[in-house]
């Protein structure tokens, strides 16, 4: 027996797009090694040796060196600084992003799980009608042979039986389609095996009129709006960072040579230094570039405040959708009970004469019909409850 909790652990170990993106936090994770490689000091060790007639006498010479060079940047105004924190800004907002997929990813596990779990109890509540309109087919016949029954009462039987038949394999179909939604989204096989239903929801109504409680939680929780605040800083220091390209580089070297030469004796050679670069103009390339960097900026501000106003609109639809979920659900409860009973009093009266086999059908019908309002129902408030959880972005 498999549950929901099972199939949304399968759907996060072996969705190929989720293993895609969880591969593109990895690589942005080592772009941030990267920028903090640009502050740690330079080492370069060299050697080589070679052949040369360079004194112009009659013998050749063979010389050798090797060397060790260090540099160290150490100046450009928290240049590499604001390079780093974009990096780590960006990871962060790839991580958001990420769970985001997951979260998404969930969340289409969990509606196609409810919709099998209501198609399958619409299956099972078809396959009990088609057994209630066979006895009603061999109630009629039985009745016409007793010379106390009509003809059009078994044609009506034979009718509404096959109608059920109908509505049978239609059901059966559906089934068929949720369990193989299901197994593309796990790369678990579903098709037959027994679904563990889990506890139904209990409306709050200290928690879900709380619209004011649940925003405030979105604003933590939701990975879209935490990876577009994160995009938005990491853009924050892409454009210090450009800016601070209009100071000057300083930067510190020191080197260590030796020299091995068969015709002279050479000591070794060290150096130190300190080297200043300053690019004064680059043909107005980085008035332009931090001039884009600042608009994207202020695109990814706009973007943050239209989501927020987007989220803030998606909750309170979120929760009316669940109100109406939630009364569809008492209402389906009490038609069902008023069918119930009323099918009950039309199989006596039919069964003592007093009604048609048409009452008798037509109550049928309605009860069957108030049961399928009712599955319905109940699987429109879990998938409304599991829609309130993704726009939130935690469990509730």
Same mark, same amino acid.
């Given at each position: 027996m498999i549950d929901l909790d099972f199939l949304i652990k399968a759907a996060l170990e072996n969705n190929p797009g989720l293993l895609d993106k969880q591969t593109s936090v990895e690589i942005s994770e080592q772009w941030i090694q990267l920028s903090r490689s640009a502050i740690l000091p330079q080492i370069d060790v060299n050697a080589n040796t070679y052949l040369s007639n360079e004194y112009r006498n009659s013998e050749y010479y063979l010389s050798a060196s090797t060397g060790i060079s260090v540099s160290q940047m150490i100046w450009q105004n928290g240049l590499y600084r604001a390079l780093i924190m974009q990096s780590e800004y960006a990871f962060m907002a790839d991580k958001w992003e990420l769970e985001a997929e997951r979260q998404e990813l969930t969340l289409k596990v969990k509606l196609l799980y409810y919709d099998l779990l209501k198609y399958r109890s619409l299956y099972d509540i078809s396959l009990q009608n088609v057994a209630q309109a066979k006895l009603f087919l061999e109630a009629a016949i039985e009745k016409k042979e007793l010379g106390i029954g009509k003809e059009s009462d078994i044609l009506k039987a034979r009718s509404d039986l096959g109608d059920a038949e109908y509505l049978v394999k239609s059901m059966h179909y559906s089934v068929i389609n949720a369990e193989n939604g299901l197994s593309r989204l796990t790369g678990e096989s579903i098709s037959g095996k027994n679904i563990r239903t889990g506890p139904d929801f209990v409306l709050s109504g200290n928690v879900f009129l709380a619209n004011d409680s649940l925003y405030s939680m979105a604003l933590n929780s939701y990975p879209e709006l935490n990876a577009m605040m994160n995009l938005q800083l990491s853009q924050d220091y892409s454009v210090k960072a450009e800016e601070a390209t209009r100071f000057p580089v300083f930067s510190a070297n020191a080197g260590y040579n030796i020299l091995s030469n068969t015709q002279i004796e050479i000591p070794g050679i060290w150096s130190t230094g300190l080297t200043v670069r300053w690019n004064v103009f680059d043909g107005y390339r980085r008035k332009t570039k931090i001039r884009t960097e600042k608009l994207q900026a202020q695109s990814l501000q706009y973007q943050q405040e239209d989501l927020l106003l987007e989220l803030r609109r998606e909750i309170d639809n979120r929760i009316n959708a669940l109100i109406v979920a939630n009364n569809q659900i008492q209402?389906?409860?009490?038609?069902?009970?008023?069918?119930?009973?009323?099918?009950?009093?039309?199989?006596? +009266?039919?069964?003592? #004469?007093?009604?048609?086999?048409?009452? *008798?059908?037509?109550?049928? $019908?309605?009860?069957?019909?108030?049961?399928?309002?009712?599955? +319905?129902?109940?699987? #429109?408030?879990?998938?409304?409850?599991? *829609?309130?959880?993704?726009? $939130?972005?935690?469990?509730?």
């Open positions: 209402i389906s409860e009490s038609l069902k009970k008023s069918t119930s009973e009323n099918l009950k009093v039309v199989k006596e +009266e039919y069964r003592l #004469g007093i009604s048609s086999m048409l009452e *008798l059908s037509n109550a049928q $019908v309605d009860d069957f019909e108030a049961s399928i309002k009712l599955v +319905e129902a109940v699987a #429109g408030y879990r998938m409304a409850y599991a *829609l309130i959880e993704r726009v $939130v972005g935690a469990e509730l």
